[in-house]
């Protein structure tokens, strides 16, 4: 019983409180809201257009190393030094793979601005004020993705080898042989490269992509314009 009274006491164990009632609750009410915010973002808004399974994880993730890093660090003095050695090993932090595409990057970006707004807000900012944040980045995104964005215009480039249809004039035959052949409904063709060689091209297909369509993950999206 001595070896624990101390414990039970001063609620301290290697120089640390055991518990703090009121800012553990804090960070579980914090964490749940964000983790809720966070989840509904990705999972309802993002991921019916998307259904790329392995960004619903490292969006998730993100979610929540972000939040616990900068509220816990929040309550901690941090040297200068140590401080600019965080940031720059974030600097050294790469993903090597293919390239992330533009609209995948403004996901990652919602969801670490989301985590950031959550658990660096103080007392000075009121809890309306941090709903009413939340909530318009939730109804601004889904009006983008759901609303705005509907038909959002995507291509895929294709090696085609019947380069006899890739004339001006037999633009309609050859959409209509694409879609035999791939099952996409193309609007318009562009030529990216001719290789008479081998009588081949580099052509992209434009098309518009639906919520339910199932074509693979690697689907291009451009602008309506087509830039």
Same mark, same amino acid.
């Given at each position: 019983?001595n070896?624990?009274?101390?414990?039970?006491?001063?609620?301290?164990?290697?120089?640390?409180?055991?518990?703090?009632?009121?800012?553990?609750?804090?960070?579980?009410?914090?964490?749940?809201?964000?983790?809720l915010?966070?989840?509904?973002?990705?999972?309802?808004?993002?991921?019916?257009?998307?259904?790329?399974?392995?960004? #619903?994880?490292?969006?998730?993730?993100?979610?929540?190393?972000?939040?616990?890093?900068?509220?816990?660090?929040?309550?901690?003095?941090?040297?200068m030094?140590?401080?600019?050695?965080?940031?720059?090993?974030?600097?050294?932090?790469r993903?090597?793979?293919?390239?992330?595409?533009?609209?995948e990057?403004?996901?990652?970006?919602?969801?670490?601005?989301?985590?950031?707004?959550?658990?660096l807000?103080?007392?000075?900012?009121?809890?309306?004020?941090?709903?009413?944040?939340n909530?318009?980045?939730?109804?601004?995104t889904?009006?983008?993705?759901?609303?705005w964005?509907?038909?959002?215009?995507?291509?895929?480039?294709?090696?085609?080898?019947?380069?006899? #249809?890739?004339?001006?004039?037999?633009?309609?035959?050859?959409?209509?042989?694409?879609?035999?052949?791939?099952g996409?409904?193309?609007?318009?063709?562009?030529?990216?490269?001719i290789?008479?060689?081998?009588?081949?091209?580099?052509?992209?297909?434009?098309?518009?992509?639906?919520i339910?369509?199932k074509?693979?993950?690697?689907?291009m999206?451009?602008s309506?314009?087509g830039?």
């Open positions: 019983m070896i624990l009274n101390p414990l039970l006491l001063n609620e301290q164990f290697l120089g640390m409180e055991i518990i703090d009632k009121s800012d553990f609750l804090e960070l579980v009410v914090r964490f749940t809201f964000n983790f915010i966070s989840f509904y973002i990705i999972r309802y808004i993002y991921y019916p257009h998307s259904r790329r399974k392995d960004y #619903l994880f490292t969006y998730l993730i993100f979610a929540v190393i972000i939040f616990f890093l900068c509220n816990l660090l929040s309550n901690v003095k941090l040297e030094g140590f401080a600019f050695g965080l940031f720059a090993v974030f600097g050294l932090i993903y090597r793979t293919d390239s992330i595409p533009i609209k990057m403004t996901y990652l970006f919602i969801v670490i601005g989301v985590s950031l707004i959550n658990a807000a103080n007392k000075k900012v009121s809890h309306a004020e941090l709903l009413f944040t909530f318009a980045i939730i109804a601004i889904y009006f983008l993705e759901k609303k964005l509907m038909n959002m215009e995507y291509f895929k480039i294709i090696v085609y080898e019947n380069i006899e #249809l890739i004339k001006h004039e037999k633009h309609d035959l050859l959409l209509e042989d694409i879609k035999m052949r791939t996409i409904n193309g609007h318009r063709v562009s030529i990216d490269k290789n008479f060689m081998r009588d081949i091209a580099y052509i992209r297909v434009y098309y518009y992509k639906d339910n369509d074509y693979p993950d690697n689907d999206p451009i309506d314009d830039d």
